[in-house]
């Protein structure tokens, strides 16, 4: 029997599903940061693999590791070495992006799988787990494996080493990589022998937050401490060993007194960002809001038609409106996994300004308080706008719902854009936008800001 394997793309996906119903698929992942393969015969999936990549609690919640979500081979196609190739070629990928170990779950009943496990040299460990949308518990064991993971990148490590030495003298060394992904890496390492964290960037365009690091210096906005900044790489602080900081959490977006810090960041940055000489060299996300896109929409989004020729027939109305509230600078990338937190919670800062550009303050409201709970959501605007209200002894209401009213339809637009822009598969982030483009709320507010 001739045997291939082939990573799972959109239309591999749905035959899997055809074959072995909604509730693999499910197990199936497909975005960044993850890898699912098939084993192919004659064009039909006979097994499968997904797996997945996330943080690991704290207090090592920088370090990420890979998760074997489902692993299946047809019965007749067992005992043929599927399973151990499909998990081998796994382990290569987890690697190959830096990662410490690789595990997985599997319940009682799959004893046949133990022997497979234990060759390929995983340690096993009984474990109940918790079933909620059945109420029931189910007995099994996890595996896991630490892994050794190579530096498959030697250029990457000698192109670091090269540009720092241009600015300074002191050494990098010991590099272990933590992710790498669309030409910017991320390397533990040790600079000048202290415990650093480096990262390069292999594409001039994600070279801008080197510049972003240089412009929040230079204006008095809080960073993590960075050591040397060069042409192609940044060497930063390394948080995990900080004895005054620590990364964020998933429980940070229910903390009230982190959501108040987070308000003091977000607020001096809005503040500070609003006058620099370098406001208008950034990127604005809804200038990528083109009647080449609105028409690359059309294209790809029939259905919401009626939707994208109004936006096109009032194009020039539309794109003006874009540009009338005052900008300053925006993070644009809120998420729990990109900002650092004081150990006593009196102050919390972002990292990570890939993304960050000009826009509207309230759009990273937007963004901020879409992942918080309700309290920490309201802690944070009245924070924000106690400390407003106290600068400028007046309120941002008027500003905000011209603001709104933009954002509430350039934003949808703007991530249907991204959506459907350089990405093979869908985004699940996308689909409430996709839904209200097709469903005409979306038309309905455009119609309401334009006429």
Same mark, same amino acid.
């Given at each position: 029997?001739k045997?291939?394997?082939?990573?799972?793309?959109a $239309?591999?996906?749905e %035959?899997?599903?055809?074959?072995?119903g909604?509730v693999?698929?499910n197990? *199936?992942?497909t975005e960044?940061d993850?890898?699912?393969?098939?084993?192919?015969h004659?064009?039909v999936?006979?097994g499968? *693999?997904s797996?997945?990549?996330r943080n690991l609690?704290?207090?090592i919640?920088?370090?990420r590791?890979?998760?074997?979500?489902?692993?299946?081979?047809?019965d007749?196609c067992k005992?043929m @070495?599927?399973a151990?190739e499909?998990v081998k070629r796994?382990?290569?990928?987890?690697?190959?992006?830096?990662?410490l170990?690789i595990?997985?779950w599997s319940s009682?009943?799959k004893? &046949?799988? *133990?022997?497979?496990?234990r060759?390929?040299?995983?340690g096993?460990?009984p474990?109940k787990?918790?079933?909620?949308?059945h109420?029931i518990?189910?007995d099994?064991?996890?595996?896991?494996?630490?892994?050794n993971p190579i %530096?498959p990148?030697?250029h990457?490590t000698?192109c670091?080493?090269?540009?720092?030495q241009? *600015?300074s003298?002191r050494?990098?060394h010991?590099?272990r990589l933590?992710?790498?992904k669309? @030409?910017?890496y991320?390397y533990?390492?040790?600079?000048?022998?202290?415990p650093?964290v480096v990262? #390069?960037?292999e594409?001039?365009d994600? +070279?801008?937050e080197?510049?972003n690091?240089?412009?929040l210096?230079q204006?008095g906005?809080? !960073?993590?401490k960075t050591?040397?900044?060069?042409?192609t790489?940044?060497?930063?602080?390394?948080?995990s060993?900080?004895?005054?900081?620590?990364?964020?959490?998933a429980?940070?977006?229910?903390?009230?007194d982190?959501?108040?810090s987070l308000a003091h960041?977000?607020?001096?940055?809005h503040e500070n960002?609003?006058?620099?000489?370098e406001l208008?060299? /950034?990127?604005?996300?809804f200038?990528?809001?083109t009647?080449?896109n /609105?028409?690359m929409?059309l294209k %790809?989004?029939p259905?919401?038609?009626?939707?994208?020729d109004f936006l096109?027939v009032?194009?020039?109305k539309f #794109?003006?409106?874009?540009?009338?509230p005052a900008f !300053?600078?925006?993070?644009n990338?809120f998420?729990?996994?990109?900002?650092?937190?004081?150990?006593d919670?009196?102050?919390a800062?972002?990292?990570d300004?890939?993304l960050m550009?000009?826009?509207? +303050?309230?759009?990273?409201?937007? $963004?901020?308080?879409?992942?918080?709970?309700d309290e920490?959501k309201? =802690?944070?605007q009245? &924070?924000?706008h106690?400390?407003?209200?106290?600068?400028h002894?007046n309120t941002r =209401? &008027?500003? &905000?719902?011209l603001e709104? +009213?933009i954002?509430?339809?350039a934003?949808?637009?703007y991530?249907l854009i991204?959506a459907?822009?350089g990405?093979?598969?869908?985004p699940?982030?996308?689909? @409430? #936008?996709?839904?209200?483009?097709v469903d005409g709320?979306?038309l309905?507010?455009a119609?309401q800001?334009l006429?």
């Open positions: 029997m045997i291939s394997y082939q990573e799972i793309n $239309n591999l996906l %035959n899997i599903a055809i074959k072995y909604e693999a698929k197990h *199936i992942h960044d993850s890898y699912s393969l098939a084993a192919m004659d064009d999936p006979i499968f *693999i797996t997945y990549t609690d704290a207090p919640g920088e370090e590791d890979a998760y074997i979500d489902i692993i299946e081979v047809d007749a005992r @070495g599927i151990t499909l796994t382990e290569a990928w987890a690697m190959k992006n830096g990662l170990q595990r997985a009682q009943d004893t &046949e799988a *133990i022997p497979m496990w060759n390929l040299g995983y096993l460990c474990a787990i918790w079933l909620e949308r109420n518990a189910v099994g064991y996890y595996v896991v494996k630490q892994l %530096n990148y030697p990457v000698k670091i080493k090269q540009d720092l241009e *600015i003298p050494a990098i010991d590099f933590i992710r790498a669309g @030409g910017v991320v533990k390492c040790r600079y000048d022998n202290i650093a990262k #390069h960037f594409n001039e994600d +070279r801008r080197l510049l690091y240089r412009i210096a204006h906005i809080p !960073t993590i050591y040397a900044i060069g042409k790489s940044l060497v930063m602080e390394d948080i060993v900080s004895e005054d900081w620590r990364l964020g959490v429980e940070d977006l229910t903390d009230v982190v959501a108040k960041w977000y607020f001096k940055f960002g609003a006058n620099i000489s208008d060299t /950034l990127f604005f996300e200038a990528q809001i009647v080449e /609105l028409q929409l %790809n989004l259905e919401a038609q009626a939707m994208f096109l009032h194009y020039d #794109h003006k409106m874009i540009f009338q !300053t600078m925006t993070y990338d998420y729990w996994s990109n900002f650092v937190v004081r150990k919670k009196k102050a800062m972002m990292f300004y890939n550009g000009k826009g509207y +303050r309230l759009s990273d409201f937007r $963004n901020v308080c879409w992942s918080m709970s920490a309201k =802690t944070f009245d &924070e924000y106690r400390q407003y209200i106290e600068k002894n =209401t &008027e500003a &905000e719902k709104t +009213r954002d509430d339809v934003g949808p637009v991530a991204v459907y822009t990405k093979e598969n869908f699940n982030w996308a689909e @409430g #936008h996709k839904k209200e483009a709320s979306l309905s507010k119609k800001l006429l």
